[in-house]
């Protein structure tokens, strides 16, 4: 699938969305893009958690859904992956090692539970699911076994945090289906220190492709979540043990 450009996009489509808000606003809306790649289009309001702060979440976010596209539609349905909760790309069951759903790594072995009929949902812009809801899952599960570590990361601006790392504030944010050349250029252009991708996507060509396309004068930490969570709650208990 065609990514390039699309993480920039993303990230200007909710710039442009959220340019009124204050900080709250700006992370409850961030918040809600993350956890709804499909919100109701008919009223049945039981697809989305509906608290009372979430109408107002909604008027900001509405124009960033679209109608869902054909070829996403099978027997009148949109069959939602059980792991990324991103579209499945094929409502059949494919051969095992088959990509089948927008992430491309997910394993196929949960049944897909979720399949809304597709007339009564709108869908996250694709930009936004590959580059704002996807990367939240990672995002998430590492912020939460942070904080139960005792050892949270700090916001900085939506989607950057910063985080003592080896003696030093790191900028840390977090990234997932993207490939190690747009990675590359991702971080430098998010001016981060600290890029951190789920495990399972960092592998020693990943390592070697980003840091051969990163300019010279960059240094940047590539983490997996679990290397995150890892070096951030072991130093820290060293460091309290002193
Ligand atoms: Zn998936």
Redesign the pocket.
């Known amino acids: 699938m065609e990514i390039t450009g699309q993480a920039e996009f993303a990230d200007r489509l909710f710039g442009t969305a959220v340019a009124e808000l204050d900080a709250a606003g700006v992370a409850r809306v961030r918040s809600f893009l993350q956890r709804n790649v499909v919100m109701s289009n008919t009223g049945h309001r039981d697809l989305i958690n509906f608290d009372p702060r979430s109408t107002a979440v909604v008027k900001v976010v509405r124009h960033l859904y679209e109608p869902v596209p054909t070829r996403l539609i099978s027997a009148g349905e949109i069959a939602l992956?059980p792991?990324?909760r991103?579209p499945a790309l094929s409502a059949d069951l494919p051969e095992h090692g088959t990509i089948w759903?927008?992430?491309e790594v997910?394993p196929r072995d949960k049944p897909v539970t979720s399949s809304p009929r597709a007339a009564d949902v709108l869908l996250l812009h694709r930009a936004l699911r590959l580059f704002l809801a996807l990367p939240g899952l990672v995002e998430r599960s590492c912020l939460e076994r942070l904080r139960d570590a005792g050892t949270p990361l700090s916001p900085r601006t939506p989607g950057t945090y910063i985080g003592r790392l080896d003696g030093t504030d790191g900028i840390v944010r977090f990234y997932d289906r993207t490939c190690a050349t747009h990675l590359a250029g991702q971080v430098v252009r998010d001016q981060v220190t600290v890029a951190v991708l789920p495990a399972t996507t960092l592998d020693y060509g990943f390592r070697r492709a980003f840091e051969n396309f990163l300019p010279d004068d960059t240094e940047i930490s590539l983490l997996s979540d679990e290397e995150l969570v890892l070096r951030k709650t072991t130093k820290e208990k060293a460091d309290a043990k002193r």
């Open positions: 992956c792991t990324c991103l759903c927008e992430a997910c």
